[in-house]
Antibody
Framework: EMQLVESGGGLVQPGGSLRLSCGAS????????MSWVRQAPGKGLEWVST???????YYADSVKGRFTISRDNSKNTLYLQMNSLRAEDTAIYYC????????????????WGQGTPVTVSS | QSVLTQPPSASGTPGQRVTISCSGS????????VYWYQHLPGTAPKLLISMNNQRPSGVPDRFSGSKSGTSASLAISGLRSEDEADYYC???????????FGGGTKLTVL
């Protein structure tokens, strides 16, 4: 069973940048697709981005061109570089794991972290 | 506005059976598996039901999922106080080529 721990959240001004990290333990990290999912205050869950086991990246339209997902397999760590942040990016950001290396209709999130909060405000 | 539609709230008393609905379309629920997640605010969301009706190891059999056409349901029988949480349905959407969630249902155990 994999454990996921997010870090790097905080308060940032509009237009600023932040890099989130997700440390994984308990399983072979690079065998799975890894994702970021967020929850804005008072809202539901929203998929943000996925990095497949082969390195393909996928982004929600709302963050495309501003966010970059990456991983360091040697450190068992997933990252989310967030640039040009907007107030609507304010949310708790969760790291989530797939049981397979692909991002497709057969996948789902089988393990999640506890999230790291991001607040975009002046 | 979420792609999948859930009632914002549901409630029941201990021991009761509660169902939570999730409505979609032919491009998501109608042609793909449905998943259910349980989320207590401040904690990690937990996979409750996979592939419409499969319970992962450790999930009590009080929880069950079903799907018919473009709708799905989560049923919780023998309701307990610890079931008080937010519940989300999710599915792949062929038109969006991505995973979509419902808006979530807050379950209150009275």
């Amino acid at each position: 069973e994999m454990q996921l721990v997010e870090s790097g959240g905080g308060l940032v001004q509009p237009g600023g940048s932040l890099r989130l990290s997700c440390g994984a333990s308990g399983s072979t990290f690079n065998s799975y697709a890894m994702s970021w999912v967020r929850q804005a205050p008072g809202k539901g869950l929203e998929w943000v981005s996925t990095l497949s086991g082969s390195g393909n990246t996928y982004y929600a339209d709302s963050v495309k061109g501003r966010f970059t997902i990456s991983r360091d397999n040697s450190k068992n760590t997933l990252y989310l570089q967030m640039n040009s942040l907007r107030a609507e990016d304010t949310a708790i950001y969760y790291c989530a794991k797939d049981p397979r290396p692909y991002y497709d209709a057969w996948g789902y999130f089988d393990f999640w972290g506890q999230g790291t909060p991001v607040t975009v405000s002046s | 506005q979420s792609v999948l539609t859930q009632p914002p709230s549901a409630s029941g008393t201990p021991g009761q059976r509660v169902t939570i609905s999730c409505s979609g379309s032919t491009s998501n629920i109608g042609s793909n598996f449905v998943y259910w997640y349980q989320h207590l605010p401040g904690t990690a969301p937990k996979l409750l039901i996979s592939m419409n009706n499969q319970r992962p190891s450790g999930v009590p059999d009080r929880f069950s999922g079903s799907k018919s056409g473009t709708s799905a349901s989560l049923a919780i029988s023998g309701l307990r106080s610890e079931d008080e949480a937010d519940y989300y349905c999710a599915a792949w959407d062929d038109r969006l080529s991505g995973r979509v969630f419902g808006g979530g249902t807050k379950l209150t155990v009275l």
